[in-house]
C-alpha cells in the first residue's frame, strides 16, 4: 500500500523537502499542509505595478560551498537559470561592505593590503589577530558563546566590533549569547582540527557531497558572492508550488495542524480545521516551538527541548528614493550593538540588484533591519508596536546613517514575528537530544527548518534534502 507523508509549512524547508520526495522514483502520497493562506514562509516579495521589487524576507543566496551549489542545482532544475541575478566578485556589492561605527561609515578591507594597515574603526591592522590566532590556545569546552570564542583567538575590539556586528546581520541575535559551535560550526572545527582557525579554514576539506552543473561552474568562474531572481526571491516558492501539483502533490493552504496524536500502528492522526488525516510519516517544517505545542503529552521530554529554541522578531522597512541618492556604493552596512542596539543594518538593495528597480527613472531602494534579540528592550512588545514607529525609526536612521533626509516615494514596513531562530549556548546538545529521541522512540518523524541546523536559505534547503534521503533509506 502507498504511504502517506505528511509534511508541515510550506516554508522553503517544507517546499524542498516536498521537492525531494515528488522527484523520486518510489514516490509516497505526499500531502502538504501550510496553516497561512501562501507557500513560501519567510520568501515574500512586494512586486510593483512599475516593476520594481522588494524583499521582506531573503535577498541574497550565497553560491558558495556544498549547501550554497545545492541550491543551485534545485534552481537549474526548476528551469529558473535565466531569472538568475547574479553579483559578481567584481561588483562594488561584492567588495565593499560598512560597519556604521561612532557616528560614521567605515569600509571593511577587502584586500590583503586592507588587513596590513591600520582601517578604522580598528585600532591596529587586522594582520595582528591572525597572529594572535596562530598564538592562541584551543578551546577545552564543548561549546562557548561566539564572542567569547573571538576574544579568545582574535581579541576584543574584533568580537565587539566585526563579529558583533556580523551576528546582528546573520542571525539579527546577540554573539554574547549565541553559540559558536551551532552558528559557525566551520570555525569550531577548524580549531578542533588545526588548533589556527585561519590555518583550519585554508585547509579545509573537499566538499562532501560533490556537486557540478553549468551553473555552479559560471558561479565560479564570475565569483559570484551571492545571487537572487529578477521577480524576487518569492519565484522560487512560486517555481516549486507548480513543479509539486504537476507531480500529483496535495497541497492545502489555509490548513494549521492542531494537534498530533500517536496511533496504535506508529502512526500520526493530525487534527486540522476541518477534520483529521492519518500519516504513516510527518516531516515537521515549522518552526521548533510550533512542533513543541503540537505534540501530546507522551513525547514531552522531545517538546521540552523544541520549547528551548527560541526565536526574534525583526522589522523589516523597505525604503524607495528617486535618483542615486546614496553616499557610497556597496552592499551594505551594519551596526554593532554598542553603536545603536536596536538598528541592526541597511541593505543597499538598488546596488546589488538595480534590475529590481522600477523601470524608468534610476532610484535607490534600501531596506532597514530592526530588533532582532533587542526588539522588545529597543522597540518595545511586537504585538503593540506600530508600523509608524517602526518607520519612524528606520527614517530616522537612513538620514543619521547616510544623510538621506528627503522623503521616500515608497515605504513598506513588515514586523515579521519571531523570525529568526536563535542557536544559543548548548543549542548542539539540544538539537542532538532532540535527533537522539527521534531515532530511540522510533518516532513517525522528521524535522525539518531554520529551528535547528543552520538559518540561512541554503542550510534549510540542504538539510531538508537531507532529511528526506534518510527517510528513504530508512523506509
Ligand atoms: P519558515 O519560512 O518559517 O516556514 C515555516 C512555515 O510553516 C510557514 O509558512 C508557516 O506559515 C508554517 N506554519 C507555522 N505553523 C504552522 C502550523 N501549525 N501548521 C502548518 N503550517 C504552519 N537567509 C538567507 O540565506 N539570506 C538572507 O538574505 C536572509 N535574510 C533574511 C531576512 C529576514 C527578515 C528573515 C526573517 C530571514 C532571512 N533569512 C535569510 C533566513 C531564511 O529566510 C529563513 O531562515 C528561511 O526562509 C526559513 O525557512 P523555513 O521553511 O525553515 O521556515
Request: hydrophobic content about 40%; some cysteine; overall charge positive.
Amino acid at each position: 500500500m502507498q504511504r502517506t507523508v505528511v509534511v508541515a509549512g510550506g516554508g522553503i524547508s517544507g517546499l524542498t523537502a516536498c521537492y525531494h520526495l515528488a522527484k523520486s522514483s518510489s514516490t509516497p502520497k505526499i500531502i502538504l499542509l501550510e496553516g497561512s493562506s501562501r507557500l513560501g514562509g519567510w520568501l515574500l516579495s512586494t512586486r510593483t505595478d512599475d516593476g520594481a521589487v522588494f524583499e521582506h524576507g531573503p535577498r541574497g543566496i550565497r553560491p558558495a560551498g556544498s549547501v550554497g551549489k545545492n541550491t543551485l542545482n534545485m534552481v537549474s532544475e526548476l528551469g529558473l537559470e535565466d531569472e538568475i541575478l547574479p553579483v559578481p566578485g567584481d561588483h562594488s556589492a561584492s567588495k565593499n561592505r560598512y560597519l556604521y561605527v561612532n557616528k560614521a561609515l567605515h569600509k571593511l578591507p577587502s584586500s590583503i593590503s586592507g588587513v596590513l594597515r591600520t582601517i578604522p574603526p580598528f585600532s591596529k591592522p587586522l594582520i595582528w589577530c591572525g597572529l594572535r590566532d596562530f598564538m592562541a590556545k584551543r578551546g577545552t569546552q564543548p561549546d562557548e558563546t561566539v564572542h567569547e570564542f573571538v576574544v579568545r583567538r582574535l581579541g576584543k575590539e574584533v568580537a565587539d566590533i566585526a563579529i558583533d556586528s556580523l551576528c546582528r546581520g546573520v542571525f539579527a541575535g546577540d554573539c554574547r549569547r549565541l553559540s559558536l559551535r551551532s552558528c559557525f560550526p566551520i570555525l569550531y572545527e577548524a580549531e578542533r582540527k588545526r588548533r589556527s582557525i585561519i590555518l583550519g579554514m585554508v585547509l579545509a576539506g573537499g566538499e562532501r557531497p560533490h556537486f557540478d552543473s553549468a551553473l555552479i561552474r559560471r558561479a565560479k568562474k564570475e565569483r559570484w558572492s551571492q545571487w537572487s531572481l529578477r521577480s524576487g526571491m518569492e519565484t522560487l516558492p512560486e517555481a516549486m508550488e507548480e513543479f509539486l501539483r504537476g507531480r500529483g502533490v496535495q497541497i492545502y493552504k489555509d490548513t494549521p495542524l492542531q494537534q498530533l496524536e500517536r496511533t496504535a500502528d506508529n502512526r500520526w492522526k493530525i487534527t486540522l480545521p476541518g477534520g483529521s488525516i492519518v500519516a504513516d510519516h510527518l516531516i515537521s517544517a515549522v518552526p521548533a516551538k510550533v512542533l513543541s505545542q503540537l505534540l501530546p503529552t507522551s513525547e514531552e521530554p522531545l517538546a521540552k527541548e523544541l520549547r528551548q529554541i527560541e526565536a526574534v522578531s525583526v522589522g523589516v522597512v523597505n525604503l524607495q528614493y528617486e535618483g542615486m541618492v546614496l553616499p557610497v556604493e556597496g552592499f551594505g552596512h551594519l551596526v554593532p550593538s554598542f553603536e545603536d542596539s536596536t538598528l541592526l543594518g541597511i541593505v543597499y538593495d538598488s546596488v546589488a540588484f538595480p534590475d529590481q528597480n522600477h523601470c524608468g527613472a534610476a532610484s535607490t531602494r534600501l531596506t532597514v533591519m530592526m530588533g532582532g534579540a533587542w526588539f522588545e528592550v529597543g522597540i518595545g512588545d511586537p504585538d503593540k508596536v506600530s508600523h509608524d514607529q517602526i518607520l519612524c525609526r528606520a527614517r530616522e536612521a537612513v538620514t543619521s546613517h547616510l544623510g538621506i533626509s528627503e522623503t521616500p516615494t515608497r515605504a513598506i514596513v513588515k514586523l515579521h514575528k519571531a523570525c529568526i531562530p536563535q542557536y544559543t549556548l548548548g543549542h548542539w546538545q539540544r538539537t542532538e537530544n532532540i535527533f537522539k529521541y527521534l531515532k530511540h522512540q522510533m518516532l513517525p518523524l522528521s524535522v525539518v527548518g531554520a529551528s535547528y541546523e543552520g538559518v540561512s536559505v541554503n542550510d534549510c534547503i540542504f538539510s531538508a534534502r537531507n532529511a528526506v534521503e534518510k527517510l528513504f533509506q530508512y523506509l
